[in-house]
């Protein structure tokens, strides 16, 4: 089987940054900033450029209110849509706050304070460092947590959410699933993160890349 192609740093951290910005609440001053972001990606190749270019589509084509809606009713009423990553790992345990030391910490050394009431493992935040601040590191970050991202991914996908094509970008960056990472995202699937009383309903989608890993159906 043909392995993942490989791209630039110029590329892996153009659609980072990108993605950050997409990832965030769709405003009116993020609406502003499509003529900049359409510029950027022209030159990206189509794992990259093709998936955002479909979302920035759907801005161009969608009301801001609509947009906003959109936003809260998946990504702040969905748990199985949430942007924080260490959420899909610990759920809200005390040994979450420890991970979320390690983002801290992370940022620290990369040169990057956030403000109190930030939370650092916010995923556009991560991929905002990647970017910016410490590519390296950034990019571990993203594969520590590889099984949650791949998981809103489908969860996204599953509900036909337009901001599927922006974790489809961000997660093309990365190296193909191992066996090891595809248990995880299954075993997630079906418990869910750590207290929870049930798993991730992905609505039966299934990613071949996944090997049949695919969530109940609600």
Not at 23 to 38: C, F, K, N, V
Not at 69 to 98: H, I, N, P, S, W
């Amino acid at each position: 089987m043909r392995g993942r192609p490989e791209f630039t740093d110029t590329e892996r951290a153009t659609t980072w940054q990108v993605a950050s910005v997409l990832l965030g609440y769709p405003d009116a001053e993020t609406r502003e900033l499509l003529p900049q972001l359409r510029r950027a990606i022209i030159d990206l190749p189509e794992p990259l450029g093709g998936p955002l270019a479909r979302f920035l589509d759907h801005m161009d084509s969608a009301s801001t209110p609509d947009l906003t809606a959109e936003y809260v009713a998946t990504f702040d009423q969905l748990k199985r849509c949430c942007l924080y990553l260490t959420y899909y790992a610990y759920g809200d345990t005390r040994k979450r706050g420890m991970a979320l030391l390690r983002f801290k910490h992370a940022y620290r050394a990369g040169g990057l304070i956030l403000d109190d009431g930030e939370l650092p493992d916010h995923l556009a935040v991560v991929l905002e460092f990647a970017a910016t601040g410490n590519a390296r590191v950034g990019r571990q970050l993203l594969l520590e947590h590889r099984a949650g991202l791949e998981l809103l991914r489908l969860a996204l996908a599953g509900l036909n959410s337009p901001w599927t094509t922006v974790l489809d970008a961000v997660c093309a960056t990365l190296p193909p699933l191992t066996g090891r990472i595809e248990d995880s995202i299954q075993r997630l699937a079906a418990e869910g993160p750590p207290e929870e009383q049930v798993g991730f309903p992905l609505f039966g989608y299934t990613d071949p890349a996944l090997s049949g890993a695919q969530g109940a159906t609600p």
